[in-house]
C-alpha cells in the first residue's frame, strides 16, 4: 500500500524471500505455511502492478555447510565423528555465501533484465548433494566420519511434527533441500526467471570447496 501511495518514486520492489523458490518448493508445516505467506505476497506484488524483483539464493552457506549439511547441528561447526543425513543423501542442493548473495542482489537491483523476475543463484560449483558435500569434507580433513546416521523421508516427516521450534522449521525446510532436492530440480525458463552467475560471469563467488578450506 506504500510503494502504490509513493507512486513512481519506488523502482524496484525486492521482497524478503532470500531462500529457495516459494512456489517449486514441497515440504510440510512449519516450513509450508511460511511458503505460503511468500507466495500470498507475490500474487499481491503482480496484482497491483509494482516493478519487483524476487531474489532467489537458495541455501545460505554460512547456515548449511559449517555443520558439513548435518541440519541437526546447525552452527556447531563440524562434526567430529558423527554425521546426520536426510533421506539417502543424493538430492542437490544450492549453497551461497552471504557476501556473494548481497553482490548479486545489489547488481540485480537495476538491471531491466531481472524486472518482474525471479533472480535464482545457482552456481554451478556450488550444487551438491549431501554425499558429495561429506565426501568433499572428508578428503580436505584427512578423515572420514565414523557413523553416518540416516534418516528415512517417513521417519523425518514424524520428527518434524514431534520436534519443537526452530528444530521443527529447520527439519521441514531441510526435507525440501536435502531429501525432494527443490532448489535444483528444474529449469529456470526465460518465461519466469533468470540464474546470477550468468548475468554476472564477472562477479567471482565462493565455491563450497573453497568455503570448505576455511573450516580447516
Known amino acids: 500500500m506504500a510503494i502504490k501511495e509513493a507512486g513512481n518514486v519506488i523502482k524496484r520492489f525486492l521482497p524478503s524471500e532470500f531462500g529457495s523458490d516459494p512456489e517449486r518448493v514441497h515440504t510440510v508445516d512449519p516450513a509450508a505455511t511460511l511458503y505460503a505467506g511468500k507466495v500470498s505476497l507475490r ?31 546447525v552452527g556447531a561447526g563440524p562434526p567430529a565423528d558423527k554425521i546426520t543425513v536426510l533421506g539417502d543423501g543424493d538430492a542437490k542442493g544450492v549453497f551461497v555465501v552471504e557476501e556473494d548473495i548481497a553482490a548479486y542482489t545489489v547488481r540485480a537491483i537495476d538491471d531491466t533484465r531481472t524486472l518482474n523476475k525471479i533472480l535464482y543463484m545457482r552456481p ?56 525432494r532436492g527443490d532448489q535444483a530440480n528444474f529449469d529456470i525458463e526465460p518465461s519466469f526467471g533468470v540464474e546470477a552467475t550468468e548475468l554476472y560471469p564477472d562477479v567471482k563467488y565462493t565455491t563450497v570447496d573453497e568455503y570448505l578450506d576455511r573450516l580447516l
Open 124 to 179: 554451478s560449483a556450488n550444487i551438491v548433494s549431501h554425499n558429495e558435500l561429506i565426501a568433499l569434507w572428508e578428503k580436505k580433513a584427512g578423515r572420514t566420519f565414523q557413523q553416518i546416521a540416516r534418516i528415512p523421508e517417513a521417519d523425518l516427516l514424524k520428527l518434524i511434527k514431534e520436534a519443537a521450534y526452530p528444530l521443527n522449521m529447520m527439519l521441514s525446510h531441510s526435507l525440501s533441500v536435502f531429501v
Open 43 to 73: 500474487r499481491l506484488i503482480e496484482a497491483e502492478g509494482i516493478p519487483h524483483t524476487y531474489v532467489c539464493c537458495n541455501g545460505f552457506a554460512e547456515t548449511y555447510l559449517l555443520s558439513i549439511g548435518d541440519v541437526t547441528a
